[in-house]
């Protein structure tokens, strides 16, 4: 069933044009949007994107906003340490949740359950209540210590989706490496799209 509510958290791994493929995708699906960032995720976005997130989380909402010419009312931003958010509660928890791109640090802290910021403790609330997390780690190689972690979470229920796009489709464009994670992580949340050419088509 496709969610009708995605936190989508960002953290400091290089993959910012993930997370605006992945959000122009969602809000074209009017899907409402619990936005999270790390302040790393901020300077990695800054640095990877024309879109520069900073200021207070009305300011970046706003950012966000204009950007993808969008509803506001499908977008909210909340800060790491804004701890009355909605993601922080099981009794207001999104359809599903999204880390992408997730740190190895931020992987690990949820696979622990230490929720020490709103990222974490969403994904620890999205855990225990039984909904879809997906995490793109973006790291290589792995060490012994990541998949171990990426181990634990996915006997959890956790989608560890990596991101490795596949080339068999003739890929010209970044865009196109881009759109075949992009269209991974949809079909895990259950949102139709045909963004990536499907293996025999």
């Known amino acids: 069933m496709k969610p009708k509510v995605v936190t989508l958290a960002m953290t400091g791994a290089s993959g910012a044009e993930y997370t605006l493929r992945l959000i122009e995708c969602l809000l074209s699906n009017n899907i409402q949007i619990q936005f999270i960032s790390s302040q790393p995720g901020q300077i990695v976005m800054g640095m990877e994107t024309k879109l520069k997130l900073t200021g207070s989380p009305q300011k970046m909402r706003q950012t966000i906003v204009d950007y993808f010419s969008a509803d506001p009312e499908l977008i909210q931003v909340y800060s790491r340490d804004q701890w009355t958010a909605p993601p922080a509660s099981g009794s207001s928890v999104a359809d599903a949740m999204v880390v ?3 740190t ?3 992987l690990a802290s949820i696979a622990v359950g230490s929720s020490d910021n709103l990222i974490h403790r969403a994904a620890d609330v999205a855990i225990k209540e039984r909904k879809t997390l997906i995490l793109v780690p973006r790291e290589t190689p792995f060490s012994a210590v990541h998949l171990e972690n990426m181990l ?10 990596p991101p490795n796009p596949g080339f068999y489709h003739g890929v010209s464009e970044v865009s196109e490496l881009v759109d075949f994670i992009v269209a991974r992580i949809l079909d895990q949340l259950g949102i139709e799209n ?3 050419p499907r293996w025999g088509n």
């Open 100 to 102: 992408c791109p997730c």
């Open 104 to 106: 190895m640090g931020s």
């Open 152 to 161: 634990k979470l996915a006997r959890l229920g956790v989608v560890i989706l």
């Open 194 to 196: 045909d963004l990536s």
